[in-house]
């Protein structure tokens, strides 16, 4: 029984680096246990009193967050040897010492903050967006069925968290892969009515340097995501897409879109 | 290689691994199994093959070419990617790393096995028949090595047959895959019970 003159205690433990370069290193932490607890809330209460387990006094711990509810995908390190958001990792769920770690995938700016550019990059690299810019009012686009929306919306669920490229074999230093994220984005927006109008020119942008051939169909990603997208039939999809695609490319085809 | 030519040079590859070299594997165990209708029967059928007309073009045109190309480009794959099946243990994340493991052990069997079949008959030091893996297989270590390396093969090309439909975009819905996995597991066993019975015929 938990009394109140002895606070149940949380065991952490937190792989630190104090500059991009710097040698990493494992940091213990106590926290006093407060009920549903999160590990946002355990990282909160070190920064109020930054002491590690020995009683010393040391920096703050830092990390990345923003919407606390599972959506922007800022928060994401790897938590007991798995990458997913902190904010929706419970402490009573957690087996302790609970472990936390910088999706190293990425380059480490500070502790558990990675620089996660190289998704944004890869996005504008496939032109993840449906160019309706110009110097007139284009008017409505065409309609897109209800059924396709509604499995398109799966794919929009994508937050660029970065937790499929951290569990993807084929995404490392020695690799220029972009992974499965922004793959399933040009599948989303290639979907998509007025989108559709340029998919030739997303296609060529992943049978490019680091694009959708790198998968070698280790099938991580799919488990691995929050959001439960369909990330390797995604894959699979444009598989065959850039299969049709590099035809048309290679026989001089005068059909870009169609 | 240019890595903006990545997309077709990894089709290739993938290509390359069923046409030819993944057709070659499987005929030429099913070739090996005359071993166990005797000596014979074996020697006939692998004298029949060796004996096709413009053999040497064949060979280097279906056999060592491709298999160069798909076995070096292979290596470079198997060397980029960073395994983490402690992380994930399904059994996709598994057999992704066996695919490389035995792509590996592919390149040391087949470069051996190549060196002291085909190449002795080349230099005419011996000839290639039923004597001649008799006596490569009566050294249990050998069996040994060979049975890992036929099991390593059928395994590589039937999970090959997996990835490729995936690859060209033929597999792509979750349940499509799973019936895949189905097919290339009978596929696997299938051909490493011909390509083993045909080892053991010599022994
Ligand atoms: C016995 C001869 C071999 C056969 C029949 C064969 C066949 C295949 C096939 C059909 C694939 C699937 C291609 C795809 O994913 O679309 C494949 C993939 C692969 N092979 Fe081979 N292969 C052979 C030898 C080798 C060797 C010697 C290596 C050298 C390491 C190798 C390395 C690989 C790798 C790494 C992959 C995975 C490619 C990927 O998933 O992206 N293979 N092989
Ligand atoms: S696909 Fe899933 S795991 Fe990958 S970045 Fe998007 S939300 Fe995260
Ligand atoms: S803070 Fe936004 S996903 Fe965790």
């Avoid at chain 2, 290689?1 to 099913?30: C, N, T």
């Avoid at chain 2, 695919?99 to 190449?119: K, S």
């Avoid at chain 2, 597999?171 to 499509?176: A, K």
Wanted: proline fraction near 5%; charge should be positive.
């Amino acid at each position: 029984m938990v009394t109140a003159t002895e606070t149940k205690k949380v065991q952490i433990e937190i792989f630190r680096q104090d500059t991009p370069e710097s040698t990493p290193y494992w940091e213990k932490f106590e926290v006093n246990y407060r009920p549903n607890m999160n590990v946002i809330s355990a990282l909160m209460e070190i920064r109020r009193n930054p002491v590690n387990a020995d009683g010393k006094a040391t920096t703050p711990v830092a990390w990345d967050m923003s919407c606390l509810e599972e959506v922007c995908g800022a928060c994401s390190m790897v938590i007991n040897g798995k990458p997913r958001q902190s904010c929706s990792a419970l402490i009573d769920q957690l087996v302790q010492p609970i472990k936390l770690a910088p999706m190293k995938t990425f380059p480490v700016v500070r502790d558990l903050q990675v620089d996660r550019t190289r998704m944004f990059d890869s996005l504008k690299k496939v032109k993840a967006w449906v160019p309706i810019d110009g110097s007139y009012d284009l008017g409505e686009g065409p309609r897109m069925p209800e059924r396709k929306r509604q499995w398109a919306y799966e794919l929009s669920k994508c937050m660029t968290c970065g937790v499929c490229l951290e569990a993807c074999p084929n995404v490392n230093s020695g690799a220029s892969f972009m992974g499965p994220a922004p793959l399933s984005q040009v599948r989303l927006f290639n979907a998509h009515p007025t989108g559709s109008m340029n998919k030739d020119e997303r296609l060529n942008a992943i049978m490019g340097d680091g694009g959708l051939a790198n998968c070698g169909n280790a099938q991580n990603c799919v488990v691995a995501c929050p959001k439960g997208i369909p990330l390797t039939t995604s894959i699979a999809a444009l598989n065959r897409d850039t299969t049709v695609q590099m035809f048309k490319n290679f026989f001089g085809s005068d059909h870009m879109v169609d | 290689m240019s890595k903006d030519r990545e997309f077709y040079w990894r089709r290739l590859h993938s290509l390359l691994g069923i046409i030819p070299v993944g057709l070659f594997v499987a005929q030429h165990l099913v070739v090996n199994h005359f071993a166990t209708r005797g000596e014979e029967a074996f020697n006939k059928a692998s004298g029949f093959m060796g004996s096709l007309p413009f053999v040497i073009l064949l060979e280097i045109f279906i056999i060592y070419l491709p298999l160069m190309f798909h076995a070096f480009y292979g290596i470079y794959i198997a060397f980029t990617a960073k395994n983490n099946p402690q992380r994930y243990g399904t059994l996709r994340n598994y057999l992704f790393i066996l695919q490389r493991i035995t792509g590996i052990f592919l390149v040391v069997f087949i470069a051996w096995h190549v060196f002291e079949t085909r190449f002795q008959a080349a230099i005419g030091a011996k000839e290639v028949n039923f004597n001649m893996m008799a006596e490569i297989l009566s050294n249990p270590w050998m069996l040994g090595f060979y049975i890992v390396g036929v099991i390593s093969a059928t395994f590589h090309l039937a999970n090959g047959i997996w990835s490729f439909l995936v690859s060209w975009g033929i597999t792509q819905s979750p349940q499509s895959q799973r019936i895949a996995t189905y097919v290339t597991l009978v596929i696997f066993l299938a051909l490493s019970v011909v390509g083993v019975q045909a080892l053991l015929a010599f022994v």
